[in-house]
């Protein structure tokens, strides 16, 4: 039987495509589908937009030797090596899809059946406006080939 591809576009919601890579990683262990299902993830970038800040070279560093006194130890001196404040996140540049690829042999046709009707039901699937990529689509050449060119 040939492969069944599912197609979902999680836009920019990098948390949705986390949840729907977890919820993966746990039927392939769960159902043992292995080899089965297969997925990988294509990010799309787009320009990010500069703020025109330059950013520091190097962070400044404290001491090179801590110094010895009475009364310090390692948790003092780990005390005082306080991190620096970091930025605070940029919204994700990336729109994210998420290929499937289902690989169920002729004598499985029901559980392939099963599993392209339970993936784009559940919650983090749904609003990624999921399509279905079967043998003789006119875009499963194309869908097959991007599959097969990412890493």
Same mark, same amino acid.
């Given at each position: 039987m040939?492969?069944?591809y599912l197609?979902?576009?999680?836009?920019r919601?990098?948390?949705k #495509?986390?949840q #729907?890579?977890?919820?993966?990683?746990g039927w392939k262990?769960?159902?043992?589908?292995?080899?089965?299902l297969?997925y990988k993830?294509e990010?799309?970038g787009?320009? #990010?937009p500069?703020d025109?800040?330059p950013k520091?070279a190097?962070a400044?560093?404290?001491p090179a030797?801590?110094?010895k006194?009475?009364g310090?130890?390692k948790?003092?001196?780990?005390?005082?090596a306080?991190?620096k404040?970091?930025?605070?996140?940029?919204?994700?540049?990336e729109?994210i899809?998420?290929?499937?690829r289902?690989?169920?042999?002729?004598?499985e046709?029901l559980?392939?059946q099963?599993?392209v009707q339970?993936i784009?039901?559940?919650?983090p699937?749904?609003g990624?406006?999921p399509k279905?990529?079967?043998?003789g689509?006119?875009?499963?050449e194309?869908?097959?080939?991007?599959?097969?060119e990412l890493?």
């Amino acid at each position: 039987m040939a492969h069944i591809y599912l197609l979902f576009d999680f836009a920019r919601d990098e948390e949705k #495509a986390q949840q #729907a890579r977890h919820k993966l990683e746990g039927w392939k262990q769960a159902f043992r589908l292995d080899k089965k299902l297969l997925y990988k993830m294509e990010r799309i970038g787009t320009a #990010a937009p500069t703020d025109g800040e330059p950013k520091p070279a190097k962070a400044e560093k404290g001491p090179a030797k801590p110094e010895k006194g009475k009364g310090k130890g390692k948790a003092a001196a780990k005390a005082e090596a306080t991190p620096k404040a970091e930025p605070a996140p940029t919204p994700p540049s990336e729109d994210i899809k998420l290929l499937i690829r289902l690989d169920f042999s002729g004598h499985e046709k029901l559980s392939a059946q099963r599993w392209v009707q339970r993936i784009p039901a559940e919650e983090p699937f749904q609003g990624a406006s999921p399509k279905v990529v079967k043998a003789g689509d006119e875009t499963f050449e194309a869908t097959e080939k991007q599959f097969d060119e990412l890493t």
